[in-house]
């Protein structure tokens, strides 16, 4: 039967738990494309996606070449794992592709978040993480907002259309 | 495909409203769009406008960062003319095709 009450998609929460460059990216382009639908969108990074709002880490972000069945050689190949476990090798390849997002007009993280930021987005850290890593604000990005406990996280996240996306 | 009278003029639109063609614009048929949108257009809206009918005219691809780095304004003064939808809504109003990038 046709759902006549359909509810468009008002706001989006999104956890980035992982620091590798995809994951990060993941959870950027998500936000950003919310705030660009009129969609609000607030970021939490925790954990290891802590490093995509780590000032001195969060514009050279990696992608693993060791243990990742998915990664292709040009050419097509699949990368063996003894091979990109050598020295400097996920180092070039994260480089690469960096330089091919670069490309297709994807900027570096800070430039990102500050595009998210400018449209509304809100971003934050993880207490709990923080604390683990021992992490102090003036580590992290000068956009993030403040550092949330999980259940002021909750807060954030009111309202009937809203949804939670964890990466 | 709709046609739609916008300004006085047949034009040729998509299901969701957006030009077919981008010749069949001007700036009488941006500003009908605009009101529908509840934007009133200035001359700063314009410069963006033409900014990206320029760059549609070339074949790129329209991203946000590009307006970003036009230098007519900076990625939250574009939020600030077009509300709740900068890519969507001043494409719309500059008579080019939805937008088709992610970014």
């Known amino acids: ?167 | 495909m709709p046609v739609k009278t916008i300004a006085g003029k047949e034009i040729n639109v998509t299901e969701e409203g957006y030009l077919e063609d981008m010749n069949q614009w001007n700036e009488d048929v941006a500003k009908a769009i605009a009101s529908e949108l509840n934007i009133d257009l200035t001359d700063k809206h314009f410069e963006v406008l033409n900014f990206l009918r320029e760059k549609a005219k070339n074949g790129e691809t329209l991203t946000i960062r590009q307006v970003g780095k036009s230098g007519i304004v900076d990625i939250k003064e574009f939020y600030k003319l077009f509300p709740k939808g900068p890519m969507k809504f001043a494409s719309k109003i500059a008579g080019l095709p939805k937008p088709t990038s992610c970014v």
């Open chain 1, 1 to 167: 039967m046709e759902n006549n009450n359909k509810k468009t998609l008002e706001k989006v929460n999104i956890i980035c738990s992982k620091g590798t460059l995809e994951d990060v990216y993941a959870a950027l382009v998500m936000a950003n494309g919310a705030v660009m639908e009129g969609i609000e969108a607030n970021l939490f990074f925790t954990f290891f996606g802590l490093e995509g709002i780590h000032k001195k880490h969060m514009n050279n972000l990696h992608t693993s070449t060791a243990g990742n069945p998915a990664l292709r050689m040009p050419g097509g190949g699949r990368m063996p794992t003894l091979l990109g476990g050598l020295p400097g090798v996920e180092g070039t390849v994260s480089a690469m592709m960096r330089k091919q997002m670069e490309a297709l007009d994807i900027p570096p993280v800070d430039e990102f978040l500050e595009m998210i930021t400018a449209g509304g987005g809100r971003v934050f850290a993880c207490k709990l993480a923080m604390d683990m890593f021992k992490l102090k604000k003036e580590d992290l990005w000068e956009g993030v907002e403040d550092i949330l406990t999980i259940g002021q996280f909750y807060e954030l996240c009111d309202g009937d259309s809203t949804q939670i996306i964890f990466i």
